[in-house]
């Protein structure tokens, strides 16, 4: 009979993980995958990206305040204390809020007069891209290291023509582009560099905190982001005339009550959005040591697998470890990325693709630089998986992961077979 994981109720926790324990009848406690006829290790599924809530009785006594105060949008005292806390805790002079990442990657890309070409790694969230071709910038795409995911510096230098004017590189999964020789590349070609460190709030590139590299970093708190503002963004910059600059055109370029200075839109927080802000950097090294304690678990719980790696964190640099990735090696592993995902699915466990296939694979770049082929790219596309973590996902939770994955591994032959009906 399958029993019920006890479940969490109290108010502020988060909501309960129903698991479904291997059956009594199975004298080695082994799962049956469900793929294979076995209940569902998980009751709900199991999300990636559950948002983080931090202190509930501290967000509602803001957000109360708020409501007192009548004030909502427009820089209020919420947003700007939230652009203070963030500028401090990154060391940069400059914070500006926005109501989401991709409006702050399109306001630090049209500020920075990154126009003509852009190189632009394809293994991102495909926003990184579209904040470019939105505005008619065109995204080059540049191939990634494929140990670290992360743009390949040569071949940045390579796709350099007349028509560049910029570079973007994303510190992917929170772990930090070669920040050095991208700046010595943007220094030496007379390139802007900006960087989308949307998965990078609260580590580091050399022991320096990420945000102050390059002419402008862009975070995103997206509720699936370990800090998040619901939805929102920020550019931070150490350069006086781009911040004033995206002030203005954040606020639809006014100057004063009826003067308009530039080409601007609306990109600005609200009050809402920063109250929810201020209280996760309040348990924000909660977060993190969650983060930790789960990612540290995955690679106890799936070591020695055939074929799998948890991709690590440099211990000499800070890090959120907010994304838990599995990479699958198909010539070693008895399943293969997609089959894997289809055993996990049946189970409840919601992991994810990201970023399959890669922006050069998707449109309108698939039609607008056909013939674009980025070898490493395509072959890590193809091969990660994304893992549910954060302070939704506890230690058991990881174990029976872990016991579904190892399951399939040994029931590589059945899986397949299944699957091919
Ligand atoms: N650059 C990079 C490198 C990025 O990763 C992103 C965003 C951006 C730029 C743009 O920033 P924003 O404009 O989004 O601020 C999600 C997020 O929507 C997106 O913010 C994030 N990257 C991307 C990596 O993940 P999807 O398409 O996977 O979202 P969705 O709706 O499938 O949700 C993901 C999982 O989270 C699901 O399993 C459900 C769960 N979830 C989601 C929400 C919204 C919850 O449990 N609760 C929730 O409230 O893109």
Redesign the pocket.
Known sequence: MAIPHKSRTAKGQPPALKIIEPDEGQSTGERLPAILGGTPAFEE?L?????NVGDRERLMQRIDAMLDARWFSNGGPLVQEFEQRIAKKLGVKHCLATC??????MLAIRGLDMKGEVIVPSF??V??AH?LQWQQTRPVFCDIDPVTHNLDPADVERRITSETTGIIG?H?WGRPCDTTALEDIARRHQLRLLF?A??AFGCSSGGRKIGSFGDAE?F??????FLNT????AVVTNNDEVAAKLRLMRNFGFTGYDTVEYLGMNAKMTEVCAAMGLTGLESIDQFIAVNRRNHAGYCTQLAGLPGLKVLPFDKAERSNFQYVILEIDPDDCPLNRDELLRVLHADQI?A?R??FPGCHRMEPYRTLSPGCSLPHTETISERVLALPTGT?VDHHAIEVVASVIRAALRAAGPIRHTLAL
């Open positions: 599924p999300h990636v990206g559950r948002p989401n990442g991709t409006t702050a990657l991102t969230f926003a990184t904040a994303v992917l989308d949307s998965h862009v995103s708190f997206h509720a699936t982001k619901f939805e929102g963004g919601l994810r990201y970023f939704a």
